[in-house]
């Protein structure tokens, strides 16, 4: 089979990575990334050995002179590729759509632009089958993609009737570094519900979830507190099987050590992973709760990482490169070994739930 | 009327602030201030004029040999006092009860002391009378008062019915700094539910509370987020009006600049107020929301200094010197400088609501 | 005599501190405040009873839209005054000297404006004499002060010939909070040497002074670290006598807790400062090292509140309502509570030198 | 030839690192890790494949209890090794000395030990040829290579007569999480000189050094400020020469969007290093500044990694492996992936010197 021939518009936070990602896809070929910039990211890209386009004829112009020696501008990179990956900035994506449907490539975009510039929002192990052979798919931001992983699996087991959670953000980026900012204080956000809310019921309809955001003071990502009613009295068993059946969502344990969101990150650098990202959504087995028909949770969203495995699982819907959610899933994870377990669990472990 | 004679023992974050506070009443007289130390904290004690005790006689004798000249030991310092309130660190207040006992002083306890250890715990505007003249008194600690005053204040006017709460904490006091510590990371307390909601019914019996903790990489208040559920379908205007009618309770707006923990002190540093403290909790209007009989609030919990009034209202309680709760707190609030609103509210505000 | 009639202009960090500082001096009175903006900030200074004004014709339109009362615009405040301290942001008080010349008062710049504007760039210690009865003074900025302070105490004790200093500047202001910034790193100012050493010749000429600055994610007071080489061998005690001749520097020891600069803002809270403001200078006495001609000296400057005294001394000194420089420092520090010592040393501390 | 059997004792922040790095050595087999813990962190040793040991037969008892399975205790893993690296926690390494002597292994110490311990403290490109044959060697602490690397490298082109430098450490470990610490402030070090400038003679005899170090809120590396003092006058192309000539340093640029150590930290991530790791100092090329016989440097010492390199030449120096140096640094070098460019240059930027 030919493999599908992806394009990467925007070398940032995730374009970055959903390029890597792409590039070690047995069944994808990365054909190049664009962007604006011409400063230490792009350079990294040619290092990497990727083939290197402005997205815009000025910026691959503005490359030339910096010595880039860019391949062309966005309009070559789309022509001789199946899909592209947006990952520009917030509302970019939408201006960049109409090139795209010149081009007669398929796009993925992502959770900054509004769900009704793609018509499908999504998430691979909740509606991958919604996308299939659609021109346009949005893949959903980090902490929804977050939410719809952990909710829609108890969901999934009939264990969710509503949902609230707070989500306590990441202030910045790591590679970010201004004057100013967020320094010894949470940032509420004002507006109550925060969108996460809705815009989760762009993957899961009906579902009844309120969110309230605030941002803090660190870098390493998004942390929810999410209290869910199930529709019956509940068990810590059932809990646990439901996010067990659930793919890249993995149990930490604060009793081993892994007492905060760093201690895990720890575990994926040490676990070689590139950047230390973790893709799974983290879900503290210590913390969770379950009380009558109430179930508490506290997980971790690595903001950096968590929709790569995403945007992979888009390109082979979009494509029907792959008609089987599952396989998608399991091709892409296996790839980029995405885990059940982050830390091997001992023999002995087996006895602790 | 003879004033009551108040010993502090501890001066540290709550003692100190205990100590300035009993100072400003007109019903009181503060006889002197003990600890431990030798350090700039003491003689920051007696440059206020404080008498200077010993909290054993070794920290007394420390203290002559640093050249403090002390008054004398606790002993000499309860002699003189007919109630002390005990702010030393957590459980040293236990190891202290029967030196209180022998000297026949009643004593107020903080937080960090079990609820069996005072057999009542107090915040003022919920339990009041139930202190009225006992030897031993417990104020609940910052959380949990915060916790009392919000949900007590809803609870009273028939809008409670179950809450659940995320409290993001502190991660260390203003004055520390050692090295280690909590850098670019929440840390989630592994049990869940967190210790605050039973502490909470220990003033308000059968509060329906949930909570889940964590601690952020900031040193100026507690953040709560709780949603509520009220009996019965309610509005925003009731649930304003119940939170104006209890005592201690501002509400501050994002939308006029005040987005976050650090505006409201900064709010209180341009008040003048002793320490930069807010002895209120500061309720964010932006933030708040009602949608069927859910409410949904953002609140401040000034771990320094809420506890601060609730102290000086135990003091009269257990000594009986008021009677009457609504008085005891009043006359606090005037000699504190504590407000109903933290900011002038223009005339053109008034249909804000 | 005739109370110098002082008006400020721009109500932040700077302004709201020199306008208290002023209401405090018995030569003064202030006249009023001015500023754009129309939310807490001056609501604040309505509270404290100051006449607002706007910096505008529109900012004092939007003031009365807002139910502000302003009691004019900029001309009608400058109208009323002798002089008027400018703290508005940086090159807006360029903007703004027409105005002030048109209007015949004296004025007040800050170190965010270049030195020419004024012609005279001000440190009360340093150069008193040269600002009086002049039109326009700049106040320097807050890195600019300390640094002359300090190395202009050693140099009147002829014990520095040059000096070289590294400058962690905090990051972003108490009562800010946007997204992004400065989070867990450090922030080198690419530019070396940074500004500060020229500007500190502004005030002392042909000091061999060469900085280099950097901020880091915090956001209570600017560390200097600094290296000074004297023109002969010399001592701590002659270090320790030149710190002590001269004003506005304290002198603060990690052997009695006084470990960072943190616990400096939490004595000056203990004080009962107004926001907690740290006029002086603080050296650490334990980090205080000599070496052959070597002086090593570790300080804090609190950008917030180090220029407010400098503000009332520039004052005093355009309009000559005081002629002599150590008594209008004199008068100023007693007003504000600028001391020599910030904690009571004990007796016996005495030999500790 | 039969590689060198390597053991390491202590599994932390430096053993992990120097166990992967030791790895990939073509002359050197990993013949296990030792440690005390359970926890995480040894059941990832477990997961990469490596041979787990306890350090103590406690250690090896508790680890079979828990499931890990271990090979030994540590007098097993000793019996199979020709030479240790110990990476225990400071001062347990001087405790383990006797059964590193007893079992005649060589042994790697770490910079938390005292240099007696060892007799020869160790920088690979500065005195490699001292530790070669040695059985006891110590490899200095982060800091110390750091000051060691750059101005060695200065020393070697005669561009070094006396240094001064101040070093702004990071506050703690990436991994670590607990409650209290250093938040909203720095934190200074109370003795100056700090020990680094004498613990750099270890390596550097007669060097001219005095450093002034302090803590700040943030986990990423530290960061030195120095200003050397040449014996003559110099030039910027001299000193970025003398830079480049040396191992392991990289010049970055602020222009070309590297600003802090976190878009360096960036870039080592993009790179797809193991753990985000940067072997090699960072200095600035844009704040390097010369004036005169002075120079002005800013550089990036990566605290958790900056030494791995150092202990895989230690060992080949103590085992004579190899005994030429710029042999035993290329191997390393290349096989980690250290580089002389962390970004490749522009071919336009040829010129920018």
């Excluded at 995730?14 to 047995?26: E, F, T, Y």
């Excluded at 081993?256 to 503290?284: C, H, Q």
Aim: a negative charge; aromatic letters at 4%; one cysteine or more.
């Amino acid at each position: 089979m030919t493999p599908v021939r992806v394009a990467v518009n925007g070398y940032g936070v995730i374009g970055k990575r959903v390029a890597d990602a792409v590039a070690l896809q047995p069944d994808m070929e990365l054909v190049g990334v664009a962007d604006v910039a011409t400063d230490y990211r792009v350079r990294l890209a040619l290092e990497r050995g990727y083939r290197l386009f402005g997205s815009t004829a000025e910026a691959a112009a503005a490359m030339r002179e910096a010595g880039l020696e860019p391949a062309g501008d966005l309009g070559a990179l789309l022509a001789a590729s199946d899909v592209v990956v947006d990952a520009t900035p917030k509302r970019v994506g939408a201006a960049n759509k109409p090139a795209y449907e010149a081009a007669g490539v398929k796009a993925i975009f992502q959770g900054g632009e509004k769900h009704e510039l793609a018509g499908v929002s999504f998430v691979a192990q909740a509606n991958y089958a919604e996308a299939l052979g659609r021109d346009f798919v949005r893949v959903v931001s980090c902490n929804t993609t977050g939410l719809v992983r952990v909710l829609g699996a108890l969901r999934s087991e009939g264990l969710l009737e509503r949902a609230r959670a707070v989500l306590i953000r990441r202030g910045t980026d790591p590679w970010e570094s201004h004057l100013g900012g967020l320094v010894n204080t949470l940032l509420p956000e004002p507006k109550v519900p925060s969108h996460q809310g809705p815009d989760a019921r762009t993957v899961l309809p009906d579902l009844d979830l309120v969110t309230i955001a605030a941002a803090g003071p660190f870098n390493l990502s998004h942390v929810h507190f999410a209290v869910v009613e199930a529709p019956r009295e509940t068990t810590e068993e059932e809990v646990f099987a439901a996010l067990r059946a659930a793919p890249r969502i993995v149990l930490v344990r604060a009793g081993e050590g892994v007492e905060a969101p760093n201690s895990v990150i720890e575990i994926v650098r040490d676990l070689g992973r590139p950047r230390g990202d973790l893709w799974e959504v983290a879900v503290w087995e210590d913390s969770l709760a379950v009380s009558g028909r109430e179930i508490f949770l506290t997980y971790q969203v690595h903001n950096e990482a968590i929709v790569t495995p995403e945007n992979v699982d888009a390109i082979r819907a979009v494509t029907a490169a792959e008609r089987d959610p599952a396989s998608s899933i399991a091709l892409t994870d296996e790839t980029l070994g995405i885990r059940t377990e982050l830390i091997p669990v001992a023999a002995t472990a087996g006895e602790r739930v």
